[in-house]
């Protein structure tokens, strides 16, 4: 029998992300040679890669990097948290980050097309994720255009990477509100900088929800036009940033802070594991 200790399988785990009985498998197979094990592992990992490929995707990390314009935000997504915090994964995700970036994409699709040191990212993602055994995939790509910019990723556990990514782009000097501002998108997910961004349809299908609602309520139809444009200033403080109560402070909007700050927003993007 291959002589190997549970040490070697830990070993064999921890480098790779693969389950106890793969690599206990194929360090037998090897007899007790890691390196031969790991590639073992990393043939039959390429075979599964297609079998993988319905499985969902639940959990993984994101992260963010400026360059010279742009910054680039990205979701790497895996099927379980246990390759989600593997050292492996997260190395490929900074790979996988610098070579989108670099690429310029702008989306999932333009960053598996990216170059990744003379292959795609997506066949880079498909080797690791043949050695990680388990589904790996690039889900989501932001960039957001700058000045300058205020990146903010957030562990929603101690345990795991970050699980919520921030990108700001600014213009102004006080990087320390601008900061703020990322972590205050992080919490309550603005889909608009300003009222002016929100599209005239998006408005009057709020319009029309809130009117009938207050219909329904027997509101006084004299009163329609206060209450529905009432409403509407509560529909924007959800969705607009510059209309939401500051994380700080919520008695003041975050459009002040930012105004008082000299600060202005000109671009940003949020993504969550899975969302």
Same mark, same amino acid.
Request: proline fraction near 2%.
């Given at each position: 029998?291959?002589? &190997?200790?549970?040490?070697?399988?830990?070993?064999?785990?921890?480098?790779?992300?693969?389950?106890?009985?793969?690599?206990?498998?194929?360090?037998?197979?090897?007899?007790?040679?890691?390196?031969?094990?790991?590639?073992?592992?990393?043939?039959?990992?390429?075979?599964?890669?297609?079998?993988?490929?319905?499985?969902?995707?639940?959990?993984?990390?994101?992260?963010?990097?400026?360059?010279?314009?742009?910054?680039?935000?990205?979701?790497?997504?895996?099927?379980?948290?246990?390759?989600?915090?593997?050292?492996? &994964?997260?190395?490929?995700?900074?790979?996988?980050?610098?070579?989108?970036?670099?690429?310029?994409?702008?989306?999932?699709?333009?960053?598996?097309?990216?170059?990744?040191?003379?292959?795609?990212?997506?066949?880079?993602?498909?080797? /690791?994720?043949?050695?990680?055994?388990?589904?790996?995939?690039?889900?989501?790509?932001?960039?957001?255009?700058?000045?300058? &910019?205020?990146?903010?990723?957030?562990?929603?556990?101690?345990?795991?990477?970050?699980?919520?990514?921030?990108?700001?782009?600014?213009?102004?000097?006080?990087?320390?509100?601008?900061?703020?501002?990322?972590?205050?998108?992080?919490?309550?997910?603005?889909?608009?900088?300003?009222?002016?961004?929100?599209?005239?349809?998006?408005?009057?299908?709020?319009?029309?929800?809130?009117? /009938?609602?207050?219909?329904? /309520?027997?509101?006084? /139809?004299?009163?329609?036009?206060?209450?529905?444009?009432?409403?509407?200033?509560?529909?924007?403080?959800?969705?607009?940033?510059?209309?939401?109560?500051?994380?700080?402070?919520?008695?003041?909007?975050?459009?002040?802070?930012?105004?008082?700050?000299?600060?202005?927003?000109?671009?940003?993007?949020?993504?969550?594991?899975?969302?």
């Amino acid at each position: 029998m291959a002589a &190997f200790s549970a040490a070697d399988v830990k070993t064999l785990r921890d480098r790779l992300g693969a389950g106890m009985l793969d690599s206990k498998n194929a360090l037998v197979e090897a007899d007790g040679d890691l390196d031969k094990a790991i590639e073992i592992l990393r043939v039959k990992g390429l075979k599964g890669v297609e079998k993988r490929s319905g499985r969902a995707t639940t959990a993984g990390l994101v992260t963010a990097k400026a360059g010279d314009g742009a910054a680039t935000l990205i979701e790497l997504a895996s099927e379980t948290d246990f390759v989600a915090k593997n050292e492996r &994964f997260v190395a490929l995700a900074e790979k996988v980050l610098d070579a989108v970036l670099a690429a310029g994409a702008t989306d999932a699709a333009g960053g598996n097309a990216a170059d990744a040191g003379g292959q795609t990212v997506e066949s880079l993602i498909n080797d /690791e994720a043949a050695l990680l055994g388990e589904k790996i995939e690039l889900r989501a790509v932001k960039q957001v255009k700058g000045d300058e &910019f205020a990146i903010y990723l957030h562990r929603t556990s101690k345990d795991l990477p970050p699980q919520v990514g921030v990108v700001v782009g600014y213009t102004g000097t006080d990087a320390e509100t601008a900061r703020s501002v990322a972590q205050h998108i992080a919490v309550y997910d603005p889909k608009f900088r300003t009222r002016d961004e929100v599209p005239a349809d998006v408005v009057e299908r709020e319009r029309a929800i809130i009117t /009938e609602t207050a219909k329904n /309520e027997g509101k006084p /139809e004299a009163q329609l036009g206060n209450i529905v444009n009432g409403r509407l200033v509560g529909f924007y403080k959800e969705t607009v940033l510059a209309d939401q109560p500051y994380a700080r402070d919520s008695k003041v909007a975050t459009g002040k802070v930012l105004q008082e700050a000299g600060v202005t927003v000109t671009d940003f993007a949020r993504l969550k594991v899975g969302a």
